[in-house]
């Protein structure tokens, strides 16, 4: 793969998260997650937490200086020096032209972005059903991808949760936030011809097989 930045795009409950982990774990890079790190920031109570948790609870998204400047900080660690992969971000045309900028700044070239696209009924499905392991964050779901004992992590017994924001209303809202704010970026990057678009309503696996073996030749 001869890009240095993965973006990974798609509505809340693509499976971003779950693509993005596999294709870290194949490639050795690191998934920076700024979902990941915003909800560790407000179970923490640090001041970012603070600023972002009533955006998150009501799904909608933080303003773009306050991510953008978790990613710039994030991507500046030792482990990125090789490339990164970017969940979830960027997540509106700003916040888009503000990796460009950074790519362009830091001689890294142009990103890759792979596009997940999903129907509205899995979504709806995978975002209602998800669970999350509490200690090795492993993603299950309770409809397609059920742990072997409810509410416990096969892995490591860790306790399963359901993310606050998986809630009707609240999924109501950040698909709404995708709709007006994110999927604009499709075009962005289909028209700079960076995109990748990716069937994401078939099994996990069979996505990550067919994704990893299209990295490997890109
Ligand atoms: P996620 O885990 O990616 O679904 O993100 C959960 C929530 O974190 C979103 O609904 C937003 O409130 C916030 N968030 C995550 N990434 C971003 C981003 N790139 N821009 C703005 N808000 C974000």
Redesign the pocket.
């Known amino acids: 793969m001869k890009a240095q930045a993965l973006i990974f795009l798609g509505a809340?409950g693509a499976g971003k998260g779950t693509q993005a982990r596999e294709v870290a774990k194949e490639f050795a890079l690191p998934q920076i997650?700024?979902?990941?790190i915003?909800r560790e920031a407000v179970k923490k109570g640090t001041a970012l937490g603070l600023a972002?948790k009533a955006?998150?609870e009501a799904?909608?998204?933080?303003p773009d200086e306050v991510?953008c400047g978790i990613v710039e900080e994030r991507v500046a660690e030792p482990d990125c020096r090789a490339g990164f992969i970017l969940d979830?971000?960027?997540?509106?045309i700003p916040?888009a032209e503000f990796v460009d900028k950074m790519l362009e700044a830091k001689g890294r070239g142009r990103p890759l972005v792979i596009n997940i696209q999903v129907e509205h009924d899995v979504l709806m499905k995978r975002l209602t059903g998800r669970r999350t392991c509490s200690v090795c964050g492993e993603i299950y779901n309770v409809y397609f991808n059920p742990p072997r004992k409810q509410g416990v992590c096969d892995k490591d017994g860790g306790k399963l949760l359901e993310r606050a924001?998986d809630n009707a209303e609240t999924i109501r809202q950040?698909l709404v936030?995708y709709q007006n704010q994110t999927s604009p970026l499709i075009d962005y990057y289909r028209r700079k011809n960076l995109l990748h678009d990716v069937d994401g309503n078939r099994e996990p696996e069979v996505i990550a097989t067919e994704l990893i073996g299209f990295l490997k030749g890109a």
């Open positions: 809340p997650s700024t979902g990941d915003l972002a955006k998150m799904g909608q998204l933080v991510v979830g971000f960027p997540r509106t916040q924001d950040r936030a």
